[in-house]
Nanobody, 124 residues
Framework: QVQLVESGGGLVQAGGSLRLSCAAS????????MGWFRQAPGKEREYVAR????????YYADSVKGRFTISRDNAANTVYLQMNSLKPEDTAVYFC?????????????????WGQGAQVTVSS
């Protein structure tokens, strides 16, 4: 049983930083892609970033490129999202997700497992 548990959300002022963690368990993730998505009130869930667990290749949405960094720690089976230069429009619930493939997709329905979400609020 795959489990994803996010932590590290909170309230921060615009321009500040937060780091989200996603602890993954239940199997070996070497053939998986791990993604971060976010969902603001009244909006659809949107892709933020992803990383291929095996080779560490990363990809970002244009809205966060240059400000957010996704990484993984193989020993800890944990994926991180470092968020810098945060803006009020980054306010959302952030979800960690796992996809049983290294193929490219930004569609939420392309991911097989989801965490419970972590609230990130950026005040102006």
């Amino acid at each position: 049983q795959v489990q994803l548990v996010e932590s590290g959300g909170g309230l921060v002022q615009a321009g500040g930083s937060l780091r989200l963690s996603c602890a993954a368990s239940g199997r070996t993730f070497s053939g998986y892609t791990m993604g971060w998505f976010r969902q603001a009130p009244g909006k659809e869930r949107e892709y933020v970033a992803r990383i291929r667990w095996g080779d560490g290749m990363t990809y970002y949405a244009d809205s966060v490129k240059g400000r957010f960094t996704i990484s993984r720690d193989n020993a800890a089976n944990t994926v991180y999202l470092q968020m810098n230069s945060l803006k009020p429009e980054d306010t959302a619930v952030y979800f960690c997700a796992a996809r049983r493939s290294i193929g490219f997709t930004t569609r939420p329905d392309g991911y097989n497992y989801w965490g419970q979400g972590a609230q990130v609020t950026v005040s102006s």
